[in-house]
């Protein structure tokens, strides 16, 4: 065995060793799988792949030992105290995130608060959807005096079951429209949903993230009047 093939046995045996030592597939893994690897290795530098055929024939008990152990490494990972991996495998609590079957709101709109989105958002879109039974979540009425902005739009998307996004030119200007955005399409996937709805107030060029999905057009009152009621639709669709 070469210089390099000993050297990367040796790694990939200190590797083993030291991160799944506690659990019975480390124990395993710590004796035969090194030695597989190494000898595979060593048939590869020399060019003779039947040392390859070689090395697994020679492994095959251990080998199979560790197949055998293969389906228990997620939990061999989570109990191995020394892993690095063990907090990979952990997923984040989710109690404070509302369910799609049980949401707060209907919907969260996303907008950019200055002239005229401010005022057509909280006048003319904000009525229209109330008057449909829409439970609308904006933040002008629902975030808190004093609480941090980046979790009062946190708290507004995870707790709707949609996010509406306003477009217009001045809504692609903002960060925080475009972190509002990202977050609510992050959210739609961990639920496996169509998270994100768009409508288009203005005329703009839509980013390719958004462009991938049906978006309707209110740029004009005759359009806003005509989609409204689909836009109502769809926020109640579960």
């Known amino acids: 065995m070469g210089v390099r093939s000993a050297d990367r046995a040796a790694r990939s045996k200190r590797f083993w060793a030291t991160t799944l030592a506690p659990s019975e597939f480390g124990r395993l893994a710590a004796t035969g799988l090194p030695k597989l690897l190494g000898c595979a290795a060593a048939g590869e530098e020399r060019g003779n792949p039947g040392r390859i055929g070689k090395a697994a024939r020679e492994a095959t008990p251990m080998f199979s030992k560790i197949q055998w ?3 228990r490494l997620p939990a061999a990972l989570l109990g191995a105290k020394t892993s690095p991996f063990r907090r990979s495998f952990q997923r984040p ?6 369910s799609m079957s049980d ?3 209907d ?3 996303s907008y950019r608060q200055r002239s005229p989105d401010r005022e057509w958002v909280r006048g003319s879109l904000l009525s229209g959807l109330r008057a449909g039974g829409v439970r609308v979540f904006i933040d002008f009425e629902q975030f808190k005096l004093g609480e941090p ?3 009062a739009m946190q708290r ?3 707790q709707s079951a949609y996010a509406l996004a306003v477009a217009t030119p001045a809504y692609f200007a903002s960060t925080y429209t475009e972190f509002e955005n990202i977050m609510s399409q992050h959210l739609g996937l961990e639920r496996a949903t169509n998270h994100l709805l768009v409508i288009v107030r203005e005329p703009c060029e839509l980013p390719l993230r958004m462009r991938n999905r049906l978006w309707l057009p209110m740029t004009t009152e005759e359009e806003f ?3 409204l009621p689909r ?3 769809a926020l109640k669709e579960r």
């Open 156 to 158: 507004g998307v995870e």
């Open 107 to 109: 919907v969260f709109i």
């Open 103 to 105: 949401p707060s709101f």
């Open 225 to 227: 009047a005509l989609n």
């Open 149 to 151: 902005l980046v979790g």
């Open 231 to 233: 836009v109502v639709a």
């Open 69 to 71: 152990c293969m389906p």
């Open 93 to 98: 609590a989710q109690s404070k995130v509302c």
